[in-house]
């Protein structure tokens, strides 16, 4: 069984595309070669910046031959038809078999497939790969018709076995297959032949190329965190660096530089980023400070003074870069200085957030009273919080994140300790966009979880204000995103309160906004962005921001408005907001249900739980979830369900039949069997219990109470007739029934578990 070389060798492929590269080579071959009939043991590709390589072992010789039967058509059918058929499977009128079947005679066709030789085939797949290869971007060079990454300079193909190896006769827009390759590009340039990957892979190694990305990679690492060891130091980790520079080398050289003693005070996250994104330098940061220090570069080749020109110019391009740096640094601390960071963050007054939201300054202010209203319930100082919110994205004016992006919030940190702001505030200008997604880390100090909720929140309710909601796979705001950080910060931190109340006060001030900001009434306008900002969570949940409303209008010279516009537009305001409201809530529900699901939660048990009363506190409705379904996995509970059911459908079909509501209470004395009277006993005894567990909201009480009644449920269904002939007994038992679901409902919607 011969094994398959083939290297496609070419100008420099961008170090981004060739992972993908290796998946798509390998997999398209394979499978083409396997549709053939051309199965094979093993396969593995490799890329470096100048070639795609491909190693497949135990290829079948040749592909076997194929024999099918072909059901044509009906026996008399017209010769079209039959003409037709015989064209299809490629026959002859008198290779046809009349056969018997239900349906009467039809013609038969067996059609043998010869096999043909793997030299022939893998040509063709060849071919087919190398012409429609899904480069995300391609080129077309000369004359030729071929698109590929870079120009594409040859081809290897061979077939290899023990009785030798064979190049595959192959040519695609010029380019004849053979047996040759190049090595490095400086070190070893000239050709060499190869007769297997066995003998590619040594006599590239020998060639200063070093095929193995992974094995690169490696080579980086252990060369670089020997360096810095050496010298008490640590390489900053950076795994997408590593991968990234291992795709543009063939043979690393590791190299460590210094950084200018005048750019060793920057934060070390301006060095990390400026010499990452520039340069591909890996950091090296002194583990007793925290400072960086030097840098690591990786060089393509060998050089005879040992790489010293080599990083003499790295260190050139490097200070040019940091010098960039610097400057800004030292201007946005010039800025705080001067206005403090409030100040910097007064230009995003003309920065537009959206143009139906206002500006960036508009939805600070937003932030920052939504802010001030959720900081009791994380246990935050509400004007610490916001202040917090107020300077948060204030570093987006400075220049330092104009140039570096991925820098913002790090920077506000730096700039808020500068401005002398508390270690809370600093803290939440750092961390008020976390979570970034689902892997991203939560944040925990008080005023940062309240900043980041506020932040998303204002998000949510105001893309929801305009009508700009996620539609199917579309997401442009990412707000699935927001949604789902919303629901880490409260279950992660275990914050327990009404959501609800705040996505209404979000919506009421994006609203608000949007209705007024456009107002003949400039003194309206203004009385009303105002007030709606000023909100007070003290007051009843949704009263207390339309009644700042009426006061702003109240406000308001008689000659500037009307008693009709004041109707309008009080509610206009209250019916959008109020609309907003349960659609909101019932898309984090959403989000809530997916994130439970992935934690193993089931979709009924979730479901029971979403309704039932105070399904707005996010962290009661898991802990409500959790406990019911521990309950559900026991045999209490599974039998108690199924208690449940029995006894709500029986209810159910009497209600109907009756007209009537049996909920009016059951009464002992006119039990008769004992297991009824037991029954009675259990009820009187859990509903108490299940009572008072759910006023302190300990679930896990209350699912333990629900647990008491199986045994009772279960022996009065085997020897009590609730549908008795005498009336009174009747109702006395629906009504018992009656007791039962009430006593199931007060802890979950059980009528939604499935089964």
């Not at 929801?464 to 910060?489: M, N």
Request: with cysteine.
């Amino acid at each position: 069984m011969p094994d398959l070389l083939i290297e496609l060798f070419s100008e420099e492929i961008p170090a981004r595309m060739q992972a993908r590269a290796c998946d798509d080579l390998k997999k398209r071959m394979t499978d083409g070669l396997v549709e053939a009939g051309l199965t094979y043991a093993s396969a593995a590709a490799f890329s470096t910046p100048r070639r795609l390589a491909l190693t497949v072992e135990g290829l079948l010789a040749e592909s076997p031959t194929v024999r099918e039967e072909r059901k044509g058509p009906k026996v008399g059918a017209p010769d079209k038809a039959v003409e037709g058929f015989l064209r299809g499977a490629g026959i002859s009128r008198d290779q046809l078999v009349e056969r018997e079947t239900p349906k009467g005679a039809v013609y038969f066709a067996t059609i043998e497939k010869p096999g043909r030789p793997a030299d022939e085939i893998v040509a063709e797949v060849l071919e087919g790969v190398i012409r429609n290869f899904p480069w995300p971007k391609s080129m077309r060079w000369g004359a030729g018709s071929l698109r590929w990454v870079r120009p594409l300079h040859s081809v290897i193909c061979l077939l290899s076995d023990e009785a030798g190896a064979q190049v595959v006769p192959f040519e695609v827009d010029g380019i004849k297959a053979g047996d040759q390759t190049r090595g490095h590009r400086f070190m070893a340039p000239d050709a060499f032949s190869v007769t297997s990957f066995e003998d590619y892979a040594a006599k590239l190694k020998r060639a200063h190329v070093v095929l193995d990305a992974a094995e690169r990679a490696e080579h980086i690492w252990q060369d670089a965190t020997n360096m810095a060891f050496a010298q008490g130091l640590e390489v900053v980790e950076d795994r997408g660096l590593l991968a990234e520079v291992a795709g543009l080398v063939e043979w690393p050289v590791v190299l460590m530089g210094e950084i200018g003693e005048d750019f060793l005070g920057l934060p070390p996250e301006v060095l990390q980023t400026s010499m990452k994104e520039h340069q591909k330098f890996f950091s090296v940061r002194n583990p007793k400070t925290g400072r960086i220090e030097k840098f690591v570069t990786v060089a393509n080749r060998e050089t005879k003074d040992n790489g010293a020109t080599i990083l003499a110019g790295n260190q050139k391009v490097l200070s040019a870069r940091l010098s960039d740096a610097k400057f800004f640094w030292d201007n946005d601390l010039r800025a705080v200085a001067e206005a403090g960071l409030e100040g910097m963050a007064a230009p995003l007054a003309n920065v537009t957030f959206h143009n139906k939201l206002g500006s960036q300054a508009e939805r600070i202010a937003r932030i920052a009273e939504l802010a001030r209203e959720i900081a009791p319930m994380v246990g935050a100082d509400p004007e610490e919080a916001a202040l917090a919110a107020r300077v948060a994205k204030a570093d987006l004016s400075s220049e330092m994140v104009y140039e570096f992006p991925e820098l913002q919030g790090i920077m506000g940190r730096y700039y808020a300790e500068k401005a002398g702001l508390s270690a809370a505030v600093a803290d939440a200008c750092r961390d008020h966009y976390s979570p970034l997604g689902p892997s991203d880390d939560v944040p925990t100090e008080p005023v940062s979880v309240a900043v980041a909720l506020a932040d998303k929140l204002d998000t949510l309710t105001g893309f929801w204000a305009i009508d700009e909601k996620p539609t199917g796979s579309k997401d442009p705001f990412a707000l699935r995103r927001a949604a789902l950080g919303v629901i880490r910060l409260v279950l992660e931190n275990d914050v327990s309160g009404e959501l609800e109340v705040f996505v209404f006060h979000g919506a009421v001030r994006n609203i608000a906004r949007k209705e007024f900001s456009n107002s003949s009434s400039s003194v309206l306008g203004s009385q009303i962005a105002e007030i709606v900002n000023r909100g007070d969570s003290d007051d009843e949940r949704y009263e207390s921001t339309l009644e700042h409303l009426t006061s702003a209008l109240d406000q308001a010279s008689a000659d500037e408005r009307s008693e009709e516009s004041e109707e309008e537009m009080l509610r206009s305001v209250r019916e959008k907001s109020l609309a907003v409201v349960p659609d909101l809530l019932s898309f984090i529900h959403d989000r809530l249900k997916h994130h439970l699901r992935d934690q193993g939660i089931r979709h009924d048990v979730i479901d029971a739980c979403l309704a039932m009363p105070g399904s707005d506190d996010l962290t009661l409705l898991v802990k409500r979830a959790e406990a019911l379904q521990t309950f559900l996995s026991t045999e209490d509970g599974e039998n108690l369900l199924q208690g449940f059911k029995r006894a709500n459908n029986i209810l159910t079909q009497a209600e109907e039949k009756d007209g009537v509501e049996y909920s009016f209470g059951a009464d002992v004395k006119f039990a008769e069997e004992d297991e009824e009277k037991a029954l009675f006993s259990a009820l009187e005894d859990a509903e108490p219990k299940i009572a008072a567990a759910m006023e302190a909201q300990d679930f896990a009480a209350a699912m333990s109470a629900l647990a008491g009644l199986r045994g009772a449920v279960d022996g009065f269904f085997e020897a009590v007739q609730v549908n008795a002939d005498n009336d009174l007994l009747r109702r006395n038992r629906l009504n018992l029934l009656s007791s039962i679901r009430t006593s199931c409902l007060a802890v979950a919607d059980l009528r939604r578990i499935e089964g």
